[in-house]
T-cell receptor
Framework: GAGVSQSPSNKVTEKGKDVELRCDPI?????LYWYRQSLGQGLEFLIY????????KSGLPSDRFSAERTGGSVSTLTIQRTQQEDSAVYLC????????????FGPGTRLTVT | QQQVKQSPQSLIVQKGGISIINCAYE??????FPWYQQFPGKGPALLIA?????SEKKEGRFTISFNKSAKQFSLHIMDSQPGDSATYFC??????????????FGKGTKLSVIP
């Protein structure tokens, strides 16, 4: 079946602009995760959704970052007033299990802020 | 306490050799330890995982060794092949205490297998 998909695959934006990144999880997966991967670094946890609910938003780096999930499926990560330090690959993962033991990742969106 | 420390940062192994990547953690609340393989331009792919009540798990050429008392775990790739050249991440799973479950990742090991 289809895996996790993300769009766009690449996004170049000017500093100060808002961007929206989209994630389509594997059908039937109730848990959804967003991570950020900076060059040469590991994956930084951003936010977890169980269904449409995000019980813990403390991983978001600043209040410029927000995320929502609708219909228990598609999720959007929004970054307002982008800064150069936001440049990274943003990865989405989904899991069939609430606890997220087996997470399956999408290909990521490479965001470049100029 | 939430960190997972991974070493080495990079590794070069001859074809047919054994690749060994190590990870260490402090948080005893971690309850599941997966390894992910990532090729350039792709998302990480789940490779193999272990729970702390097991000392070793083997799947094909990939083996996880887990030492609960030392709070360390490692990935062994037997008979390493050029196609194994990728970045490998260890991770540890926990409940964050705020209704959220998350994986904490090591910084990755770039493996190069040379013919």
């Amino acid at each position: 079946g289809a895996g996790v998909s993300q769009s766009p695959s690449n996004k170049v934006t000017e500093k100060g602009k808002d961007v929206e990144l989209r994630c389509d999880p594997i059908s039937g997966h109730t848990a959804l995760y967003w991570y950020r991967q900076s060059l040469g670094q590991g994956l930084e946890f951003l936010i977890y959704f169980q269904g449409n609910s995000a019980p813990d938003k403390s991983g978001l780096p600043s209040d410029r970052f927000s995320a929502e999930r609708t219909g228990g499926s598609v999720s959007t990560l929004t970054i307002q007033r982008t800064q150069q330090e936001d440049s990274a690959v943003y990865l989405c993962a989904s899991s069939q299990r609430t606890s997220g033991y087996e997470q399956y990742f999408g290909p990521g969106t490479r965001l470049t802020v100029t | 306490q939430q960190q997972v420390k991974q070493s080495p940062q990079s590794l070069i192994v001859q074809k047919g050799g054994i690749s060994i990547i190590n990870c260490a953690y402090e948080n005893t609340a971690f309850d599941y330890f997966p390894w992910y393989q990532q090729f350039p331009g792709k998302g990480p792919a789940l490779l193999i995982a272990i729970r702390p009540d097991v000392s070793e798990k083997k799947e094909g050429r990939f083996t996880i060794s887990f030492n609960k008392s030392a709070k360390q775990f490692s990935l062994h790739i037997m008979d390493s092949q050029p196609g194994d050249s990728a970045t490998y991440f260890c991770a540890a799973h926990t409940y964050s205490g705020a209704g959220s479950y998350q994986l904490t990742f090591g910084k990755g090991t770039k493996l190069s297998v040379i013919p």
